[in-house]
């Protein structure tokens, strides 16, 4: 093999991670919980690739570069989840936005969290930006980190110039939304609907910058429990409002996230934390969505047939990657305490 060949084949080696969490993030976005059928999920991944691929390459380049590790990387999902939904495509704040889907009577039930003045459901806020936290971005970043090996697990993968490239296609590509009749549907948020919206992503990106997070913290001297407690107690936040709607819905949310959130960063500074607890807590929210699939309709109408094939493809896909994420751990030695 010549010398070009062997850069040629070290460079899309480099570059494998990358074009993974390209296809594997609007996957789970939009179709891990059933959206699509089989037919439409190969249109629905290359079109949204640049938006959801390219949002989070980007957000784990800029979290792996500055040392914020993955509190960094959930703040800075957390706001791009709030600026596709408030600032994109608006469906934040358009109240008949799932008019035309088969999503229409959850909407109608929404409206009854609608926040006074600002004019967006609470509860729609809850489904859209958490979903982009953990199905757009810590769910696939959690899955390509544990496939690559421990030694490039917690570097950047692109230099300045391919960041820049993923950063253009993430700009076009919500631009795309934005313009497109079927992506903003002819929608404009108010001037304060979108100062609101717009403060709060920036405070988000501020926060998720700041140096606090580069410091490392000396483990603590009890042991973190097995990574099958990680993945159930956030199974259960994600099953925890299923049983309750309106602002009793909102509340039960807001509470387990708290008390979640605080229990997996006591555990993650313990000893023996490691990609596995990672991988545990970013998977159980696709293995949520894949059981779900069986459970909600389709975007638009189809046949029973055809709504099953794609429900029974996402249960293989999700756990063939989930399982294969394991087992790669399995199989390769993993350091403790990743950030």
Not at 102 to 107: I, L, N, Q, Y
């Amino acid at each position: 093999m010549t010398e070009t060949a062997v850069t040629r084949l070290s460079r899309w080696r480099r570059l494998t991670p990358v074009m993974a969490l390209l296809v594997l993030a609007p996957w789970a976005a939009e179709c891990s919980w059933g959206g699509f059928t089989l037919q439409n999920v190969l249109p629905v991944v290359l079109i949204l690739a640049p938006l959801y691929g390219g949002a989070a390459v980007v957000i784990r380049e800029i979290a792996r570069r500055t040392g914020g590790g993955w509190p960094a990387i959930i703040l800075l999902a957390a706001a791009f989840g709030l600026f596709q939904a408030a600032l994109v495509d608006q469906s934040l704040f358009n109240p008949r936005y799932l008019d035309d889907t088969e999503f229409a009577d959850w909407a109608g039930a929404a409206n009854a969290t609608r926040v006074p003045v600002l004019g967006f459901s609470a509860e729609q806020a809850f489904d859209y930006i958490g979903n982009h936290v953990a199905l757009s971005i810590c769910a696939p970043i959690a899955l390509v980190e544990s496939f690559v090996g421990a030694q490039r697990r917690h570097r950047p993968w692109l230099g300045a110039s391919g960041l820049a490239a993923v950063a253009v296609m993430y700009v076009l590509g919500s631009l795309l939304i934005f313009f497109d009749d079927s992506g903003r549907k002819s929608f404009t948020a108010s001037p304060l609907q979108l100062l609101f919206a717009g403060s709060v992503v920036l405070t988000l990106v501020g926060a998720a910058i700041l140096p606090r997070f580069r410091h490392r913290r000396t483990p603590a001297t009890a042991n973190a429990p097995r990574p099958l407690w990680i993945g159930m107690v956030v199974l259960v936040a994600h099953l925890a409002s299923w049983l309750v709607t309106g602002w009793p819905a909102v509340a039960v949310r807001a509470a387990v996230v708290a008390v979640v959130a605080t229990v997996i960063v006591i555990w993650s500074r313990r000893a023996g934390w490691g990609q596995r607890h990672v991988l545990a807590a970013g998977s159980a929210g696709l293995l949520v969505a894949a059981a779900q699939a069986y459970l909600v309709p389709n975007y638009a109408p189809a046949s029973p047939t055809a709504a099953l094939v794609g429900d029974v493809a996402v249960s293989v896909i999700t756990l063939t990657l989930v399982g294969g994420a394991f087992w790669r751990l399995s199989r390769t030695p993993t350091p403790v305490r990743p950030t």
